[in-house]
């Protein structure tokens, strides 16, 4: 069985994760306070910023399609209302590096990382803040209008969990799976991407969503309310606010698994990543048919996100073959899927851990910054040129 025509498969990456020297960001500022440990601090990243045309030639060397990558709002507007011409020029310059080289772009307008500035005025919460992003939102619209996929913000509705997570943190409350989303969080978060929509369409951008981290849901004994419950706060009053989108982004590596008492850690004996989620390459499979289905089926969905932090490559290709296995089926249940973009194109500074998990289809030197594909990345490769899943 093949993968539709033009069916994307390709690889993706984060600013603030990968270009390195992020300076002007709330991230940055936050990861250089004094007696942050060096370890946690992004630095230099994989220098993606200087490297981005060679990371692309490897990108077709191996037979990717597909290229995500964000523009990074605190190098755009380095400074409240004043918008750097030259980083707007840079990023046009990626997306017409992608399009030379025969590669879709898919291009995500937030990707987590703020400026400072607006970190320092309150952040979302604060007066004005939609408002804000919308104008940063408008001045990049031109660089987009023909970029096939563009994202709005990457996982809004985990936006709105990070609060809870601080919160748990400083008042020392151990973090056991997806907390819900901060209630006062939710309603920025999607007015943020309302707004996007609107200055996106305004400027002629021709497709345009959001993505959303989802999970495969588990009710254990007992735990089916509290299941309920969750999915409806974290993922379905998200996929509501995609009405008149163009486009689901969905991203998901993992179960969440459900008691009467709320989540509930992976068992002892399951396989776990790096990170401590379970091996479950499912997880998508059964995100995008609820994405699919709760949405009716009014708009097709992208695989923005997948893949696992190990050190053992081959689990990787294991993971990732079963997950396209599973998408292979669910198009031919009828879902419009059009493509699997996997996390991550280069190992990284992650978000949950610094450099440590390993999520990349290409090992990177830190000291050198070389390259080194992993067997993951040629398989997947073979799997794009192909259009099919390959041995």
Same mark, same amino acid.
């Given at each position: 069985m093949?993968?539709?025509?033009?069916?994307?498969?390709?690889?993706?990456?984060?600013?603030?994760?990968?270009?390195?020297?992020?300076?002007?960001?709330?991230?940055?500022?936050?990861?250089?306070?004094?007696?942050?440990?060096?370890?946690?601090?992004?630095?230099?990243?994989?220098?993606?910023?200087?490297? !981005?045309?060679?990371?692309?030639?490897?990108?077709?060397?191996?037979?990717?399609?597909?290229?995500?990558?964000?523009?990074?709002?605190?190098?755009?507007?380095?400074?409240?209302?004043?918008?750097?011409?030259?980083?707007?020029?840079?990023?046009?310059?990626?997306?017409?590096?992608?399009?030379?080289r025969g590669v879709t772009p898919v291009v995500t307008v937030l990707h987590f990382s703020l400026p400072q500035w607006f970190e320092a005025r309150g952040g979302w919460l604060a007066e004005g803040a939609v408002e804000l992003f919308e104008r940063y939102v408008a001045a990049v619209a031109p660089i987009l209008t023909?970029?096939? !996929?563009?994202?709005?913000?990457?996982?809004?509705?985990?936006?709105?969990?990070?609060?809870?997570?601080?919160?748990?943190?400083?008042?020392?409350?151990?973090?056991?799976?997806?907390?819900?989303?901060?209630?006062?969080?939710?309603?920025?978060?999607?007015?943020?991407?309302?707004?996007?929509?609107?200055?996106?369409?305004?400027?002629?951008?021709?497709?345009?969503?959001?993505?959303?981290?989802?999970?495969?849901?588990?009710?254990?004994?007992?735990?089916?309310?509290?299941?309920?419950?969750?999915?409806?706060?974290?993922?379905d009053q998200f996929l509501d606010a995609t009405e008149g989108d163009d486009f689901v982004g969905v991203q998901a590596y993992t179960n969440l698994?459900?008691?009467?008492?709320?989540?509930?850690?992976?068992?002892?004996?399951?396989?776990?990543?790096?990170?401590?989620?379970?091996? !479950?390459?499912?997880?998508?499979v059964t995100a995008v048919r609820h994405a699919w289905e709760y949405t009716g089926g009014r708009m097709p969905v992208l695989v923005t996100e997948n893949g696992i932090a190990t050190a053992d490559d081959s689990r990787r290709i294991a993971y990732t073959r079963a997950a396209l296995t599973g998408l292979e089926g669910l198009i031919a249940e009828g879902v419009d899927l059009r493509g699997y973009v996997h996390w991550t194109y280069m190992d990284n500074f992650e978000w949950m851990g610094a450099f440590g998990p390993t999520f990349g289809l290409v090992a990177v030197d830190r000291e050198t910054f070389v390259r080194t594909p992993k067997p993951s990345a040629r398989w997947l490769g073979r799997v794009a040129a192909a259009n099919a899943i390959v041995d």
């Open positions: 093949t993968f539709p025509t033009e069916f994307l498969v390709g690889a993706a990456t984060a600013a603030h994760q990968n270009e390195g020297n992020n300076v002007n960001s709330g991230h940055w500022y936050q990861e250089n306070l004094p007696g942050r440990p060096a370890e946690l601090r992004s630095g230099d990243a994989v220098d993606m910023y200087h490297r !981005w045309e060679a990371d692309l030639d490897l990108l077709v060397e191996l037979g990717l399609n597909t290229f995500r990558f964000s523009l990074e709002w605190s190098r755009i507007e380095p400074s409240e209302g004043f918008f750097s011409r030259a980083e707007i020029a840079h990023y046009r310059a990626m997306i017409e590096g992608c399009f030379a023909d970029v096939p !996929w563009v994202v709005t913000i990457n996982e809004p509705n985990l936006m709105a969990i990070v609060p809870v997570f601080e919160k748990m943190i400083a008042a020392g409350i151990p973090i056991r799976g997806l907390p819900m989303p901060d209630p006062e969080y939710v309603p920025s978060a999607i007015a943020a991407h309302r707004a996007a929509v609107r200055a996106l369409r305004a400027g002629g951008v021709p497709r345009v969503g959001l993505s959303l981290a989802m999970h495969d849901f588990i009710a254990e004994p007992g735990g089916e309310a509290a299941l309920q419950a969750h999915r409806a706060a974290a993922e698994r459900f008691g009467p008492e709320g989540v509930l850690p992976p068992a002892e004996d399951a396989e776990k990543t790096i990170v401590g989620w379970e091996f !479950w390459p499912n997880a998508v």
